[in-house]
């Protein structure tokens, strides 16, 4: 039967790098899964393409539901939320990156759902496995029928080939196998289960809401149904939770130095999340402090690319001391207006999206801050829009290093060769965008603004900064076997 696909749901944001999933779970509650659903709604920025819900209830049993588009749109109606009754639950949203990308079927949309000796297990998976394709080649060679073109599928296949006694046991033996980030909420009938990959890539947090215990990818998710945030679960780290026994700590991985995703504090985290102890917002800021310091230009107006842009154009108003204005407005509601854009209005292209404010631009020398460049085709646009609308000059301040190398680690990058900054150099991309100044934050004054005083340590970097530096911190086995040439030695 053929499945029915759902376009992106930002047609017009094709250049941006995207998180792949948001991934929450809660147990002790009476209705779970609107819990679950409030959770991915605070977590829809990380991905807008599919949204799904299991629950378990003493009586009912297990019970799901996945759907394609918006969590507010599908997990909000009586006559779905009273199918999924019961006092556990975990959810997913996703933007797929593996799997079957730009065609997502429904059986692609996680939570994934087995059937073990022991009884039932639902998991949902942040991050990318980056040996899946020789996993799931084994795993059909002995015997196992997949469902889906996911790679997080192939941990419930591992599981179910263990030995393990308990299923806490299975995934503790599964993910042993699993190479690359991961993040991961479980549940079984009574439990939820939570484990960050031992280099902590991708995030994942504890919080408690009266004795409930939630997990989530993000804090601004536990904010939402008003959860205290307890602290991050650690990388390489496991917890079994369950209203009885409360929270069990295992740590079930050689350890290894955390490589947390320093793109997180730059782009996908929301700014009103805290990660490493650290508010997201005051890094952004602080991101722009830095390129402030690092790459001033006379100007008259610092201007945000909406939204991402918005702290860190602050930060470098601040620093330097030039006026900060909205110069470019966002239409917060155009992804959904025109969710299958005809060729007419696709055409229009970022004008859909983003608008000059023309009475502040006009006659000004204007810098704009942007979170980063990554095919470059919007930046050309924007800067087009800021010259049409009267601006003297336009110098683009980026806020974070040139993206020069794709993400395996669960972020939709284009391939290494769509990459404006794999091909040119920085006055090359200046002159491509044709902006009077082209400037990126240092890789080193970024660290600076994520909490790092003196920087990153090249002989052992504190984050996984691979789409910049090209050093990839899990050796991404499928890309190699597909021809994927890493950076030389040097
Ligand atoms: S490669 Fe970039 S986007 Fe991917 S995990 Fe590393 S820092 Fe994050």
Request: proline share 6%; hydrophobic share 40%; glycine share 10%.
């Amino acid at each position: 039967m053929s499945q029915p696909h759902m376009p992106p749901a930002h047609p017009f944001d094709d250049d941006k790098l995207k998180e792949e999933c948001g991934i929450f779970g809660i147990v002790g509650v009476t209705d779970a899964a609107n819990f679950v659903a409030l959770g991915l709604h605070a977590l829809q920025h990380r991905g807008q393409e599919a949204g799904g819900i299991v629950v378990h209830h003493p009586e009912h049993g297990f019970n799901s539901a996945r759907r394609f588009g918006y969590v507010r749109d599908n997990f909000t109606s009586q006559s779905v939320m009273e199918t999924l009754p019961g006092p556990i639950a975990i959810g997913h949203v996703r933007y797929s990156t593996a799997g079957s990308k730009g065609a997502t079927a429904i059986r692609d949309v996680q939570p994934f759902f087995g059937e073990l000796s022991m009884g039932g297990v639902a998991l949902a998976h942040n991050g990318n496995i980056t040996n899946a394709n020789a996993l799931r080649r084994e795993l059909i060679e002995r015997g196992s029928i997949f469902q889906s073109s996911s790679d997080s599928e192939c941990i419930i296949h591992l599981m179910a080939r263990s030995m393990g006694r308990s299923i806490p046991d299975r995934v503790e033996e599964a993910l042993r196998k699993v190479e690359g980030a991961f993040s991961v909420v479980a549940m079984t009938r009574t439990k939820l289960i939570g484990v960050r990959d031992p280099l902590g890539v991708r995030p994942l947090v504890l919080g408690k809401l009266g004795e409930a215990w939630v997990l989530s990818s993000e804090t601004c998710a536990l904010d939402i149904i008003g959860a205290e945030f307890i602290r991050e679960i650690a990388p390489g780290e496991m917890v079994v939770i369950s209203e009885k026994t409360g929270v069990e700590s295992h740590f079930p991985f050689r350890p290894q130095k955390p490589r947390f995703c320093i793109f997180e504090h730059v782009y996908f985290s929301r700014p009103d999340s805290i990660i490493g102890g650290r508010s997201v917002y005051e890094t952004r800021r602080q991101i722009g402090v830095e390129l402030a310091r690092e790459a001033p230009v006379e100007a008259d107006l610092v201007c945000p690319v909406p939204d991402s842009g918005t702290p860190a154009a602050i930060g470098f108003a601040h620093e330097s001391g030039i006026p900060y204005g909205m110069g470019i407005v966002r239409n917060q509601y155009v992804g959904r207006t025109f969710i299958e854009p005809t060729e007419q209005i696709r055409n229009m292209g970022v004008r859909l999206k983003l608008n000059v404010n023309r009475a502040l631009i006009k006659g000004k020398r204007v810098i704009l801050v942007d979170d980063s460049v990554v095919r470059g085709t919007t930046s050309r646009k924007i800067k087009e829009m800021i010259l049409d609308a009267g601006a003297k000059e336009v110098h683009f301040r980026i806020a974070s290093p040139p993206t020069a190398w794709p993400c395996f680690y669960g972020v939709d990058t284009p391939q290494r060769d769509k990459l404006l900054a794999a091909t040119m150099s920085e006055d090359e991309m200046r002159d491509h965008l044709g902006v009077d100044s082209l400037k990126f934050i240092s890789l080193n004054g970024l660290y600076r603004a994520a909490g790092e005083a003196s920087g990153r340590n090249d002989a052992h970097p504190q984050y996984c900064d691979a789409c910049f530096s090209g050093e990839y911190p899990v050796r991404p086995a499928d890309m190699l076997e597909q021809g994927f040439q890493m950076k030389a030695a040097e």
